[in-house]
């Protein structure tokens, strides 16, 4: 079992910069890929980025592409997503997911945080 809490959302104007953290419970965090998804109200979950648990590889949905950077640290069981040149249409609830496959499919991850509201002002 692992347990995920996502950090460090909120208010910001567009062009502006946001860090998200993503803590996870247990010592089995390396032994997972992870990844970050978000959600707009009346659509489906979004993927934006995933990590790849061995090699640390990253892949981005075209949509953050340059913009959105995911890193992690297994020593603090923490994950990452910073991002920069926050744009209205990025505004979702971000959620961060654990699973065993490095893929940008939803069904992958089968541990997810509550998620993180992030609103960016025009």
């Known amino acids: 079992q692992v347990q995920l809490v996502e950090s460090g959302g909120g208010l910001v104007q567009a062009g502006g910069s946001l860090r998200l953290s993503c803590a996870a419970s247990?010592?089995?965090?390396?032994?997972?890929?992870m990844g970050w998804f978000r959600q707009t109200p009346g659509k489906e979950r979004e993927f934006v980025g995933a990590v790849r648990r061995s090699s640390g590889s990253t892949f981005y949905a075209d949509s953050v592409k340059g913009r959105f950077t995911i890193s992690r640290d297994n020593a603090r069981n923490t994950v990452y997503l910073q991002m920069n040149s926050l744009r209205p249409e990025d505004t979702a609830v971000y959620y961060c997911?654990?699973?065993?496959?490095?893929?940008?499919?939803?069904?992958?991850?089968?541990?997810w945080g509550q998620g993180t509201q992030v609103t960016v002002s025009s």
């Open positions: 997911a654990a699973g065993d496959s490095y893929s940008s499919r939803e069904y992958v991850y089968n541990y």
């Open positions: 247990g010592r089995t965090f390396s032994s997972y890929a």
